[in-house]
């Protein structure tokens, strides 16, 4: 069974710049969750995407934004960086219905805004 | 909305247990989580308890609900220097789309 696999593994932007990151989820998950990991802090939610659309989304800007495709993948795009984006984000998979509890974390991407 | 509290550090020596405590604010929430981060990496699902359930245990993990005072425990047996990471506690509810609500994470340290 394949794990949640994310690219890039790190990556430096200039404020102001637009970024993506991309996820693949475990082999049968089709639901993909992402949150944005500051320092010394927990995990917070951004989004979850299911059959391609969003089905949750936290308290975040609308220059975050996703896309899921039929694959179960799923990328994160974040516009106009700012400083404050700096963080690890990390992308969970699950899958839809009785199981959909249990969410598996990938690597995590971790971006530098400067 | 839902709110998760732990504490932040925890030191321990090998071969003692090390409990690690939780609270959540929000009496709907559903299904309880435990986490391990080492340093660099992802998360990694150790455990997690239903709210209809007192007590889990797997191998040297032993997860403690009391869902009256909305209180969640983690107690690691046999605490190995290879457990020093930071443990998150997570919350969540029952709908669909409902994200896992984390705390700040404990820091675990376990010297030999």
């Known amino acids: 069974e394949t794990g949640v696999t994310q690219s890039p593994t790190h990556l430096i932007k200039t404020r102001g710049q637009q970024v993506t990151l991309r996820c693949s989820s475990q082999?049968?998950?089709?639901?993909v969750s992402w949150y944005q990991q500051a320092l010394g802090q927990g995990p917070q939610f951004i989004f979850q995407y299911y059959r391609e659309e969003e089905n949750g989304r936290g308290n975040f800007p609308p220059r975050f934004s996703g896309l899921q495709f039929p694959n179960y993948s799923s990328e994160l795009n974040v516009n106009a960086l700012e400083l404050d984006d700096s963080a690890l984000y990390l992308c969970a998979s699950s899958r839809s219905g009785t199981s959909s509890y249990e969410q598996y974390f990938g690597p995590g991407t971790r971006l530098t805004v400067t | 909305g839902e709110d998760v509290e732990q504490s932040l550090f925890l030191s321990v020596r090998e071969g003692d247990s090390s409990v690690i405590n939780c609270t959540y604010t929000?009496?709907?929430?559903?299904?309880l989580y435990w986490y391990k981060q080492e340093p660099g990496a992802g998360l990694q699902l150790l455990t997690y308890?239903?709210?209809?359930?007192d007590m889990k245990q797997d191998q040297r993990l032993t997860v403690l609900l009391n869902k009256k005072d909305k209180h969640l425990s983690l107690r690691i047996a046999d605490t190995q220097t290879g457990d020093s990471a930071i443990y998150f506690c997570?919350?969540?509810?029952?709908?669909?789309?409902?994200?896992?609500?984390f705390g700040k994470g404990t820091t675990l340290s376990v010297s030999s």
């Open positions: 308890i239903f709210s209809n359930m």
């Open positions: 082999s049968g998950h089709n639901t």
């Open positions: 997570a919350a969540k509810g029952n709908q669909a789309g409902t994200a896992l609500i």
């Open positions: 929000d009496s709907s929430s559903t299904y």
